[in-house]
């Protein structure tokens, strides 16, 4: 597995080794001892998720508080989407800071944000399916979501010409420097 480390320390790009043919293709999505030793400490899965979306949804920018902060490793099977991730911890020299990765089925690339960053993607095919592992459970009382168009984040969004697909819940998302974040 190669493992490439983001502007954002603690957010790594994983791209598992693939073997493919005339007949289609094999990878090992995941490795409890591999991940770990990327990561640098044992992380414990207890959720999978996945979720379909249409070209120019956008989800996010969406994090759990603690007690219930969640860690993710991200990836989409199918279609392509922009990836972003933003540091919301305080105390973090990167706070505020964000990266962007294009993950696709084509690509294979996955991503972890640990605890204490805050995640969205903008489908950019007709469709992606997006899969993601979780350190701990959904918690409505523990979520937060930040503006995907915040502008003291300045997240560069890919332009697809038209209005991004969002959700009530997104369009109520507050600016970083008000939404109860990380410490």
């Known amino acids: ?25 094999f990878m090992e999505s995941f490795n409890q001892r591999t991940f770990d030793e990327a990561v640098g400490r044992h992380v414990e899965f207890v959720q999978d998720n996945h979720s379909r979306s249409t070209t120019g949804v956008l989800r996010g920018l969406h994090y759990q508080l603690p007690p219930h902060a969640q860690g993710k490793l991200v990836r989409v099977t199918q279609g392509r989407v922009f ?10 020299k990167t706070f505020g800071h964000w990266v962007g990765v294009e993950l696709s089925g084509d690509n294979h690339r996955q991503l972890w944000l640990p605890e204490g960053m805050a995640h969205g993607f903008l489908v950019l095919s007709e469709a992606a399916d997006f899969l993601y592992k979780t350190t701990n ?19 560069e969004w890919p332009n697809l010409g038209t209005a991004y697909g969002l959700s009530e819940k997104d ?13």
Do not use: N, Q, W
């Open 171 to 183: 369009r109520a998302g507050l600016p970083l420097l008000v939404a109860r974040i990380f410490d």
């Open 1 to 25: 597995m190669k493992i490439t480390p983001t502007a954002i320390p603690d957010v790594l790009i994983l791209e598992p080794k693939v073997f493919g043919d005339e007949r289609g293709f």
């Open 137 to 155: 459970y959904y918690a409505s009382v523990s979520e937060g979501c930040i503006r995907h168009d915040d502008t003291t984040l300045a997240i």
């Open 83 to 92: 990836d972003v991730a933003v540091d919301i911890r305080r105390s973090s």
